[in-house]
């Protein structure tokens, strides 16, 4: 594990609470230096805070998503929305609000474990397999999609959430569904977590099209392209 955090009391705090988890885990407390530690050390995941000296934590986040997928759990103050959106639009995974509790933090560490562990065993189950529907094809081994033959980037969490759509075109997948069986969250009382949930398919429409996915009001989303 990786923890990014200028705090050094937080910081520690969460080392703390992930050491005695059984995870290794190292420190940095600005953003070259967050960036430098996931070079040499490849955690498997990185815990990162928004605010830092030297660069910010979506520069970070940036940096580090572009030399390898590695889950991320973004922490960002009560008051910053439009940076958490952000965050998840550069490639972070998760966040939570400050301030919170090491338990809920603990709970979506081990969840997010849970998603890449669940994901890579999706690729060796599914080698060689392609969705295709309509103009989207998406290539689960390599982890590759194209729409209309033009490639699209997608960070891990937004290829996931794309495949759990394409196994079900045109059904209605709940928000709470989708952040219990894409982001392996137990939903009860998480209900600001819906936000990560429309900001990745914002991200996913921005990506692939508008039209990819339609709204249902007050329930959820649907896959569109045809089969």
Do not use: N
């Amino acid at each position: 594990m990786l923890v990014v955090e200028d705090d050094v009391t937080i910081a520690e705090s969460i080392a703390a609470r992930l050491r005695a988890e059984g995870f290794s885990v190292d420190l940095a407390h600005d953003g070259p230096t967050g960036v430098e530690v996931d070079a040499a050390r490849e955690p498997d995941l990185v815990v990162l805070d928004v605010m830092l000296p030297g660069f910010d934590g979506l520069e970070v986040c940036r940096r580090i998503q572009a030399r390898r997928p590695v889950p991320v759990l973004m922490l960002t103050a009560r008051s910053d929305e439009t940076d958490m959106l952000i965050g998840l639009g550069v490639g972070a995974d998760d966040y939570l609000t400050k301030p919170f509790s090491m338990r809920v933090l603990s709970a979506r560490v081990h969840a997010l474990l849970r998603r890449v562990d669940r994901s890579a065993r999706a690729d060796l189950s599914e080698a060689g397999a392609k969705i295709v529907l309509g103009d989207l094809e998406i290539d689960v081994e390599q982890r590759r999609v194209t729409r209309a033959g033009t490639p699209a980037q997608l960070t891990p969490i937004e290829f996931d959430l794309l495949v759990h759509f394409a196994k079900r075109p045109r059904a209605v997948q709940p928000r709470e569904r989708l952040l219990s069986e894409v982001w392996d969250w137990d939903v009860a009382g998480t209900g600001s977590g819906t936000r990560a949930v429309d900001s990745h398919i914002k991200a996913l429409r921005r990506k692939l099209g508008a039209d990819l996915i339609r709204t249902v009001h007050g329930v959820g989303y649907a896959l569109e392209v045809g089969s």
